[in-house]
């Protein structure tokens, strides 16, 4: 894992990297064209993507954080139901301003111009998933993405 890749100190102040998971349900009704518009409408530059169907166990460790939480079986569930899109977006302030475009975890309390807002069905199919903090975005990409995958 190239970590000097993800070293923010080699960039401009402020230039991060996050990851970006278009969920089982976002793929399964084809509407990853649509929302990478969205993100890349919104100034975040796509340094690495691929499709790829997660085990469970892969799953588990993504999500290792919410083991303890009640909807921890059904997301892993959900997350290994199908293929995902993964994606790893570079810009200023790349961690917020993804969360900003992604929208509340539950679409209903989601703002308009918001994927979730357009998308999400429901908090456990809400399309979309972005890193909340450059230190787990760091920790989110090494699991998902190998060296030669990343163009940053
Ligand atoms: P996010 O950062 O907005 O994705 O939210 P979290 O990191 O808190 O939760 C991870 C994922 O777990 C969310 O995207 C939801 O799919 C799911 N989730 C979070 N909270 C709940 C909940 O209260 N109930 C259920 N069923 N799923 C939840």
Redesign the pocket.
């Known amino acids: 894992m190239p970590v000097y890749k993800l070293d923010n100190t080699k960039y401009p102040k402020n230039m991060e990297y996050t990851l970006s998971i278009i969920k089982p349900d976002g793929i399964r009704r084809n509407l990853s064209g649509k929302i990478l518009a969205m993100i890349q409408d919104a100034g975040l530059e796509i340094v690495a993507q691929k499709l790829i169907h997660l085990t469970r166990a892969q799953a588990e460790k993504f999500?290792a954080v919410?083991a303890e939480?009640?909807?921890f079986n059904?997301?892993c569930s959900?997350m290994a139901s199908g293929p995902v899109s993964v994606q790893v977006l570079k810009s200023n302030n790349a961690v917020s301003k993804y969360?900003e475009l992604?929208g509340?975890?539950n679409p209903k309390e989601s703002s308009e111009g918001t994927i979730r807002k357009a998308y999400g069905l429901s908090?456990?199919?809400?399309t979309v998933?972005?890193s909340?903090s450059v230190e787990n975005a760091k920790i989110e990409i090494a699991l998902l993405f190998s060296s030669l995958e990343l163009f940053a």
Do not use: S
């Open positions: 999500y919410h939480r009640p909807f059904d997301l959900f969360r992604m509340a975890t908090i456990d199919e809400n998933h972005g909340d």
